[in-house]
């Protein structure tokens, strides 16, 4: 019953785990290209370890059928996990000298791990970082005005609830600038610490971050236009009634001209694309789903905007051969860095700033050396068991042996040593040996008692 239980929570929780979790399953499967190597070296070394309580069972055991059962499973589970490298796939496993330049960082909402989300200090911060480029979201207010805003409404992000009760839910395209302009946009990123990094910020840093406001569309482009750096947003369309529902294009587009060389933008809504580029055709038009190369380039596509979950080296090389770059987001941890450059991906949008120090994958190795540490794993673990097998078999043996030698007296056990035929005047015959005719001297018990 206890095994019913544990299988039918199992499978109760797999499928739980496999709801909620959808996405993340393509994640685990992509680390296995980075980690699988590893994970090989780490298993085979837990079935050499395990072999050894295996032989020391399997010698023990006085049904034949019993150690067909466990030397079977043990042995099929063993060669699976020697074999499990040729279903092994990792765009990091490469020939040397064919790896590409790392790919540029795109500082997510600024830097999100240093300062509050889409706050100038967050932008500034990322240029700081030495970020390429600077990524966030862009909503008209509902007076004509772009600025950054990531969220439908203003609750998670700024003090909304304080400054306007009544309107915590409202969508933040229905607020006026000057309403906008009100909103604290820093101080719930002291509170929440949402990366667990407030603690590693300086007083001054800390002061700054919670006397933030929510910038302008103008802001940033000044800051990127200043630095040099690269501009991706994307660009909400306002709600149906927004009095610039229909003209929220031209309202960007023309804050853009004033603010930024058009080279520096990459341009991402994908509503009225032809009659923008006709317009700007120095924008970096650029695309949030994949196409056939034919429909990208129909639209004057130079980039890709994607989820890290659609890597594959395959699609970017193909990309990559007509010049279009390929931009994964968000990707924060330094394997899944490693595992976008080997990839060939140009440039990643991340909230990890850390990502600059990386200055090689974590897994580059070239076929044939690979082959090498995986052929050279299996074959130690493999002399590694057959020793251990033997160990187990000779000691077993020796212990039969033994434990063969040893006889009970019905006053004692005793043990019994072979000696020549000859007869001695206080030897006797042994009555409890019956293997050879011999001759023994035992040792008695003296009985002092009348």
């Given at each position: 019953m206890g095994i019913v239980v544990t299988l039918a929570f199992a499978v109760s929780a797999t499928a739980v785990l496999s709801e909620v979790w959808s996405k993340e399953w393509k994640t685990l499967l992509l680390s296995l290209q980075v980690t699988a190597p590893f994970l090989h070296v780490g298993g085979v070394l837990f079935m050499t370890l395990l072999s050894w309580p295996i032989a020391l069972h399997f010698f023990r055991m006085n049904k034949r059928v019993h150690q067909v059962c466990l030397l079977g499973v043990y042995l099929s589970v063993l060669f699976s996990l020697y074999l499990v490298p040729l279903a092994m796939y990792s765009p990091c496993i490469r020939e040397a000298g064919t790896l590409g330049p790392k790919p540029t960082l795109l500082g997510h909402r600024g830097a999100p791990m240093l300062a509050p989300e889409n706050t100038l200090m967050s932008f500034e911060s990322a240029v700081e970082a030495g970020v390429d480029g600077l990524e966030t979201d862009i909503t008209i207010s509902a007076d004509g005005v772009p600025f950054v805003m990531h969220d439908l409404t203003l609750q998670r992000t700024t003090n909304v609830e304080e400054v306007f009760p009544n309107r915590t839910h409202t969508p933040a395209a229905l607020f006026t600038w000057s309403d906008v302009q009100l909103l604290n946009a820093g101080a719930w990123f002291l509170s929440w610490d949402p990366f667990g990094t407030v603690s590693s910020l300086s007083p001054e840093?800390?002061?700054?971050?919670?006397?933030?406001?929510?910038?302008?569309?103008?802001?940033?482009?000044?800051?990127?236009?200043?630095?040099?750096?690269?501009?991706?947003?994307?660009?909400?369309?306002?709600?149906?009634?927004?009095?610039?529902?229909?003209?929220?294009?031209?309202?960007?587009?023309?804050?853009?001209?004033?603010?930024?060389?058009?080279?520096?933008?990459?341009?991402?809504?994908?509503?009225?694309?032809?009659?923008?580029?006709?317009?700007?055709?120095?924008?970096?038009?650029?695309?949030?789903?994949?196409?056939?190369?034919q429909e990208l380039q129909d639209n004057h596509i130079t980039s890709l905007n994607l989820h890290y979950s659609t890597m594959s080296l395959q699609h970017i090389s193909k990309y990559r051969s007509?010049?279009?770059?390929?931009?994964?987001?968000?990707?924060?941890?330094?394997?899944?860095?490693?595992?976008?450059?080997?990839?060939?991906?140009?440039?990643?949008?991340?909230?990890?700033?850390?990502?600059?120090?990386?200055?090689?994958?974590?897994?580059?190795?070239?076929?044939?050396?690979?082959?090498?540490?995986?052929?050279?794993?299996?074959?130690?673990?493999?002399?590694?068991?057959?020793?251990?097998?033997?160990?187990?078999?000779?000691?077993?043996?020796?212990?039969?042996?033994?434990?063969g030698s040893r006889q009970t007296h019905k006053t004692g056990p005793y043990s019994k040593f072979r000696t020549d035929p000859v007869e001695s005047g206080r030897g006797r015959w042994n009555p409890f040996h019956s293997e050879s005719p011999t001759r023994t001297l035992i040792s008695l018990p003296l009985d002092l008692n009348p």
């Open positions: 840093q800390r002061a700054l971050a919670a006397n933030q406001t929510v910038p302008s569309l103008a802001e940033v482009l000044d800051v990127a236009n200043r630095t040099g750096r690269t501009v991706l947003f994307d660009l909400r369309q306002p709600p149906p009634g927004h009095p610039y529902r229909d003209n929220y294009l031209n309202i960007t587009l023309d804050l853009i001209h004033t603010h930024i060389n058009s080279s520096q933008v990459l341009w991402l809504p994908s509503d009225q694309r032809e009659e923008i580029q006709q317009v700007d055709p120095e924008l970096q038009q650029t695309a949030g789903q994949t196409a056939s190369i007509v010049n279009i770059s390929v931009n994964l987001y968000v990707v924060n941890q330094p394997w899944l860095y490693s595992l976008a450059w080997c990839s060939g991906a140009s440039s990643v949008t991340t909230n990890n700033m850390l990502l600059r120090d990386i200055h090689t994958p974590l897994l580059l190795v070239t076929p044939e050396q690979y082959s090498v540490m995986w052929v050279l794993t299996d074959l130690v673990s493999a002399a590694l068991i057959v020793c251990i097998f033997i160990f187990h078999w000779w000691r077993e043996r020796g212990l039969h042996f033994w434990s």
